[in-house]
């Protein structure tokens, strides 16, 4: 089936019988919802292929999915089916217990990438958490260090714990939460002498490195991908030392950069790896895998009581069906590559105010210059006036990353309003 036959089919236009529940009151949901999210003044209540419309049926391009995560975009067939089908035959129930589903989305996930062993869990900060745990124990257990120390990168975004938000080396995440996790180390991205003085500094006494958690790609911190050279250095340092290499692919993985992995781009393996985002389609689910350290956790030692329930397993296995099926990393090179040349040629128009267009596949920023005033929220302020949905990565930097089922006109159609947008913004 081609990718517009799925759009077409999981396309139920607004005006055949969705009524929108119109007017939205926002002033209530503050009163009753923590005001943790600086919130567009907008509410979404439907989906269909790659579009939303809100609660007064206004439609919209989502360019946002979720935040890279509605990986075949809102109300696909094959989620539709297998949501259906998993609830009404088993949704929960506990580790204790042998879960097939469970079984065959590790299965599936070995066999499509470099991955020995699965644990599952429910968020990308809970499958960071795994790893941080599994390198602590590895260290103690196997490399016998006392004070094992994890080097991270400037940067980096690796969840909303206190030990994700301490791995997280932006201070902004991490202010009014301290005391902090103990035992990270933060260095420059893609700056492989950093690296290395680090770990030798930091050879004294009790304390050692023990392992490196790193994102192939910067998401949050600005969309910026990883250096070949530098992966590659940094497995042949792990490979010297001993130390765990661990990358963060809870973005850029599950197809988002055009291949299945962000390490594929990199030409190395990690030793441990997370995904979540992307992985379920939408519906929460983490997971963390490693390769070769597959037996450090014994029973008991880490658990999740939803982790890897039937229901999000049989769920995120048709995603993963479905990705492989409908070819999807296809389409996530063409529609990438065409995204990005027409995002550099607005550039092109605007120079003084782009800076840089990059990324992989359908994971793309397009940066702002640093000495004009425009920010990457106004931009997508003015974006969604005209229907497009966008979200920053950081304060310069405006983020593309639709669902991977994005068509070649949609991107056009993407195209037209960041370039009105950005042509309004600057008249
Ligand atoms: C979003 C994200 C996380 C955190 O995932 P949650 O599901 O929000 O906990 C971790 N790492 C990266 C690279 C992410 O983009």
């Known amino acids: 089936m081609s990718i517009e036959t799925l759009i077409e089919q999981a396309t139920i236009p607004p005006e055949?019988?969705?009524?929108?529940?119109?007017?939205?009151?926002?002033?209530?949901?503050?009163?009753?919802?923590?005001?943790?999210?600086?919130?567009?003044?907008?509410?979404?209540?439907?989906g269909a292929g790659c579009r939303v419309w809100d609660t007064q049926g206004r439609?919209?391009?989502?360019?946002?999915?979720?935040?890279?995560?509605?990986?075949?975009?809102?109300?696909h067939p094959a989620m539709v089916e297998a949501v259906t089908r998993q609830i009404s035959?088993?949704?929960?129930?506990?580790?204790?217990?042998?879960?097939?589903?469970?079984?065959?989305?590790?299965?599936w996930l070995i066999q499509h990438s470099c991955a020995d062993r699965v644990f599952f869990c429910n968020s990308?900060?809970?499958?960071?958490?795994a790893a941080i745990k599994l390198a602590r124990k590895y260290a103690h257990t196997v490399l016998d260090i006392e004070k094992p120390i994890i080097i991270t990168a400037n940067a980096s975004f690796h969840g909303r714990t206190l030990a994700t938000i301490t791995a997280t080396a932006q201070p902004k995440y991490q202010k009014y939460f301290d005391p902090l996790v103990p035992g990270f180390h933060y260095v420059p991205y893609n700056d492989i002498n950093a690296v290395e003085?680090?770990?030798?500094?930091?050879?004294?006494?009790?304390?050692?490195?023990?392992?490196?958690?790193?994102?192939?790609?910067?998401?949050?911190?600005?969309?910026?991908?990883?250096?070949?050279a530098y992966f590659q250095k940094l497995r042949e340092i792990c490979d010297e030392t001993g130390i765990l290499l661990i990358f963060d692919?809870?973005?850029?993985?599950?197809?988002?950069?055009?291949?299945?992995?962000?390490?594929e781009h990199l030409g190395v393996e990690p030793d441990i790896f997370t995904s979540a985002k992307g992985l379920g389609g939408g519906i929460p689910i983490g997971a963390m895998m490693s390769k070769k350290f597959c037996d450090v956790f014994q029973p008991g030692e880490h658990a999740s009581t939803f982790g890897g329930n039937p229901f999000v397993c049989g769920v995120a296995l048709s995603v993963c069906q479905t990705l492989e099926r409908e070819n999807l990393l296809q389409n996530v090179e063409a529609r990438g590559e065409q995204l990005r040349s027409g995002l550099r040629a607005i550039a092109a128009k605007y120079p003084n105010y782009i800076s840089e267009v990059r990324g992989w596949g359908l994971i793309n920023g397009m940066e702002l210059q640093a000495d004009v005033a425009l920010t990457a929220p106004e931009i997508v302020k003015a974006a969604i006036d005209r229907g497009l949905l966008l979200v920053p990565a950081g304060p310069k930097v405006v983020r593309f990353v639709p669902p991977l089922i994005i068509t070649e006109k949609e991107v056009d159609m993407a195209l037209q309003a960041v370039e009105q947008a950005i042509a309004t913004i600057t008249a």
């Open 197 to 228: 003085e680090a770990i030798s500094e930091l050879d004294e006494g009790d304390y050692r490195v023990a392992a490196i958690l790193i994102e192939p790609l910067q998401g949050e911190g600005g969309v910026r991908p990883g250096d070949v």
């Open 89 to 107: 035959k088993l949704h929960h129930v506990s580790n204790l217990y042998y879960i097939p589903e469970q079984g065959e989305l590790a299965q």
């Open 59 to 75: 439609e919209y391009l989502d360019f946002v999915a979720g935040i890279a995560t509605c990986t075949l975009g809102h109300a």
């Open 249 to 263: 692919e809870v973005q850029v993985g599950m197809g988002r950069s055009g291949k299945l992995w962000g390490y």
């Open 16 to 46: 055949s019988g969705f009524v929108p529940s119109n007017p939205f009151d926002a002033d209530s949901f503050d009163e009753a919802v923590m005001s943790t999210y600086a919130r567009f003044p907008l509410a979404l209540e439907r």
């Open 124 to 129: 990308g900060a809970e499958a960071n958490e």
